[in-house]
């Protein structure tokens, strides 16, 4: 889960992208991780990836390898600010740099660089991910998300004409500081609320609500204190919970997973005008959406994810990507043991293995946070234990996602986790338990 939500005295620069040869629309294919929109870019001549996050106003370039080499034009010092109860974070401002997204292009964008690393999305997610652009590119286009198919349409804006779907529910957005909101009926603790979310496509939890006595936004009774994720200013803290119902136009969800995060770390975003929480990926994946920013116009067709149930993590823990192993393997084909060969003339005899070996770089998980007086926690997992097996297979064997799922799968399901903290290495047992 990431949110990045707001910069600190800048001017938005133009921006503007066009389509390859007068087109009227193209097709990306995109990776879905975790709910989480990760589209190809080609910046200053690099070939990167970029979160696709309609939470942001400007697009922010960080996770650079040593290997990457990218010339940035024209830098000057600048602050962003973000959820999170830190600091602003120092960094640079650089314009008139050359993207390329399929059959788009912009010969004048300007990028924010951070050197932050709580803004490295590519541990999060377990993938490469060097940035994140959002308004900067909504507002150019019409842009068509198929969750089921990870495909995007990008649509040119002007010659754009809304589909016939008996299917889909039109809905009105509105924008503060470039991002895009709606209003949503929300019913918590039994009362009916019309609330205003910002859409945060970058978020991958389903509600976020801001707690608010005044307005009678509160936490519901039934609730568990958490680690929430990671924001611009560091790590985000709150409670878990869930509303009653929720609604977006003539579609209808009940017990949503909402986040309520500790006042603290909202300062950031307190000038955000008449906004309650944050709608994410939980919640869109479940629908084809198409954006229209210069209509301001959201539309959404149910997929076949629509029905599924909202659950939290049932572990307690949150693995992260914590760099590569070195991995040793043995070829499939060939028999264990030794061959002799006899050099009688030097009157010795040398035995050589007939096992072929092969060392691999593998993905190495570690455990970032553990939940206190959850069913990991109990079981004996602490922050840092490093991941080796789970369910008597090797970790590297999965992907974040995948080990995300298993967390979350089935309440009572049991989990075994060989571990390793400092030289010892032991295997923890334990049960999934559904916290709501």
Same mark, same amino acid.
């Given at each position: 889960m990431i949110i990045f939500l707001s910069l600190l005295g800048i001017s938005i620069a133009q921006n503007n992208f066009k389509i390859d040869s007068d087109q009227s629309k193209f097709e990306l294919p995109f990776q879905l991780i975790s709910g989480l929109v990760i589209i190809p870019v080609q910046l200053n001549g690099v070939e990167l990836s970029f979160l696709l996050d309609t939470g942001v106003d400007s697009t922010i370039l960080f996770s650079l390898d040593k290997e990457d080499s990218l010339q940035m034009e024209n830098t000057s010092v600048i602050y962003l600010r973000g959820m999170g109860e830190g600091e602003p974070i120092r960094a640079l401002k650089s314009t008139e740099n050359t993207i390329r997204i399929g059959d788009s292009y912009s010969n004048n964008l300007t990028i924010y660089i951070s050197f932050d690393h709580t803004m490295n999305l590519s541990n999060? !997610?377990?993938? %490469?991910?060097? /940035?994140?652009?959002?308004?900067?590119?909504?507002?150019?286009?019409?842009?068509?998300?198929?969750?089921?198919? #990870?495909? !995007?349409?990008?649509?040119?804006?002007?010659?754009?004409?809304?589909?016939?779907?008996?299917?889909?529910?039109? !809905?009105?957005?509105?924008?503060?500081?470039?991002? =895009?909101?709606? #209003?949503?009926?929300?019913?918590?603790?039994?009362?009916?609320? +019309?609330?205003?979310?910002?859409?945060?496509?970058?978020?991958?939890? %389903?509600?976020?609500?801001?707690?608010?006595?005044?307005?009678?936004?509160?936490?519901?009774?039934?609730?568990?204190?958490?680690?929430?994720?990671?924001?611009?200013?560091?790590?985000?803290?709150? %409670?878990?919970?869930?509303?009653d119902k929720f609604n977006l136009g003539k579609y209808e969800f009940e017990k949503?997973?909402?986040?309520?995060?500790?006042?603290?770390?909202?300062?950031?975003?307190?000038?955000?005008?008449?906004?309650?929480?944050?709608? /994410?990926?939980?919640? !869109? $994946?479940?629908?084809?959406?198409?954006?229209?920013?210069?209509?301001?116009?959201?539309?959404?067709?149910?997929?076949?994810?629509?029905? $599924?149930?909202? #659950?939290?993590?049932?572990?307690?823990? &949150?693995?992260?990507?914590?760099?590569?192993?070195? &991995?040793?393997?043995?070829? =499939?084909?060939? %028999? #264990?043991?030794?061959?002799?060969?006899?050099?009688?003339?030097?009157?010795?005899?040398?035995?050589?293995?007939?096992?072929?070996?092969?060392?691999? +770089?593998?993905?190495?998980?570690?455990?970032?946070?553990?939940? =206190?007086?959850? =069913?990991?926690? +109990?079981?004996? +997992?602490? $922050?840092?234990?490093?991941v080796l097996e789970i369910n008597k297979k090797s970790s590297y064997e999965y992907n974040l996602y995948e080990i995300s799922q298993i967390l979350s799968s089935e309440e009572g399901k049991k989990i075994r986790l060989k571990i390793q903290r400092g030289l010892l290495k032991t295997t923890i047992s334990f049960n999934l338990k559904r916290m709501l």
């Open positions: 999060r !997610l377990g993938i %490469a991910v060097n /940035g994140i652009i959002g308004y900067d590119y909504f507002k150019n286009f019409v842009l068509e998300f198929d969750y089921q198919k #990870e495909k !995007l349409t990008v649509y040119n804006k002007d010659r754009y004409s809304p589909k016939r779907c008996r299917r889909c529910e039109e !809905l009105p957005i509105y924008f503060s500081k470039n991002k =895009p909101h709606i #209003e949503a009926v929300t019913s918590i603790n039994g009362k009916q609320r +019309l609330l205003s979310y910002l859409i945060d496509s970058g978020s991958g939890d %389903a509600l976020w609500i801001f707690k608010n006595e005044e307005e009678g936004i509160t936490l519901p009774e039934k609730h568990f204190d958490d680690f929430l994720g990671y924001g611009m200013g560091g790590s985000v803290y709150g %409670a878990r919970s869930r509303v949503v997973t909402a986040s309520f995060p500790d006042s603290i770390y909202t300062i950031g975003i307190k000038n955000d005008i008449k906004r309650n929480g944050s709608i /994410g990926a939980s919640i !869109l $994946k479940r629908f084809d959406v198409i954006f229209d920013y210069s209509r301001n116009r959201m539309s959404l067709k149910s997929n076949r994810d629509f029905g $599924k149930s909202f #659950e939290y993590n049932m572990s307690g823990i &949150v693995v992260a990507h914590d760099g590569y192993q070195v &991995v040793k393997r043995s070829s =499939p084909n060939t %028999a #264990e043991g030794f061959q002799s060969k006899d050099h009688s003339e030097q009157g010795i005899v040398i035995f050589e293995s007939t096992v072929k070996v092969k060392f691999k +770089l593998e993905p190495k998980y570690v455990i970032v946070e553990v939940r =206190p007086d959850s =069913p990991a926690a +109990l079981a004996g +997992l602490k $922050k840092d234990d490093i």
